[in-house]
């Protein structure tokens, strides 16, 4: 069963405007949250991450909202450049477990057009 | 340049031949993870090490085995391949097994298992 689950596989987005990528996730104990780009025949690598303790992290055109009764985060991206072509993880991590794993989603791929 | 290499960068092996993927980090990094990314599937843990000398278990540890002698190395041991292994593999490190500290990736090995 899936804990983490990204809906959308693909996105399109004119450059200059917003990316919008979503994640749901099912687990109410996971507590750390992050987001990983990635392009072909690459390592994913890190971009953002949020606590459950914050709403919303920003970081340059990055930004991430997290809204804990909906189990719902979202990364945003603004303006698109056509560099964002990739493929975003969200990633989940409940830090009391004690097995202070993550679970990924599946991804999105998003498209930016020139 | 510091980070994490694999070895080899992709392989093409026989059912039931033994393989080792190889994993190296220079950022002396407390744990260490293997991935699988498969397409619809994501990033999928198979094992991980929260420190040198201990291992532990992921989603998908099956067919796999792992060992953790020192800080630098976490080979991942394929004893007998089958062609459901035929994926793209990734390891990653982080400074400590918790949030929230990110994990670092390599570039990956892709395996095809015929």
């Known amino acids: 069963d899936q804990q983490v689950k990204q809906n959308s596989p693909s996105l399109s987005v004119q450059e200059g405007r917003i990316s919008i990528l979503n994640c749901d996730y099912t687990n109410s104990m996971f507590d750390y949250f992050l987001w990983y780009k990635k392009y072909p025949a690459e390592g994913p690598t890190f971009l953002i991450s949020i606590s459950s303790i914050k709403d919303k992290n920003e970081d340059g055109r990055f930004t991430v909202f997290l809204n804990k009764s909906a189990k719902h985060l979202s990364l945003h991206i603004v303006p698109s450049q056509p560099g964002d072509s990739a493929v975003y993880f969200c990633?989940?991590?409940?830090?009391?477990?004690?097995?202070?794993?993550?679970?990924f989603g599946t991804g999105t791929r998003l498209k930016v057009l020139a | 340049i510091a980070g994490i290499t694999q070895a080899p960068t992709s392989q093409i092996l026989a059912a039931g031949r033994r393989m080792t993927l190889r994993c190296t980090q220079d950022m002396r990094h407390n744990a260490m993870y293997w991935y699988r990314q498969d397409l619809g599937l994501g990033l999928r843990l198979i094992h991980y090490s929260n420190t040198a000398g201990t291992t532990g278990k992921g989603e998908v540890p099956d067919g796999y085995s792992v060992s953790r002698a020192n800080t630098d190395d976490f080979p991942l041991t394929l004893a007998s391949a089958v062609p459901s292994q035929t994926s793209v593999y990734f390891c990653a490190s982080s400074e400590r097994p918790r949030a929230p500290y990110e994990q670092y990736f390599g570039p990956g090995t892709r395996l095809t298992v015929t």
């Open positions: 990633a989940a991590s409940d830090s009391t477990s004690g097995t202070y794993k993550y679970i």
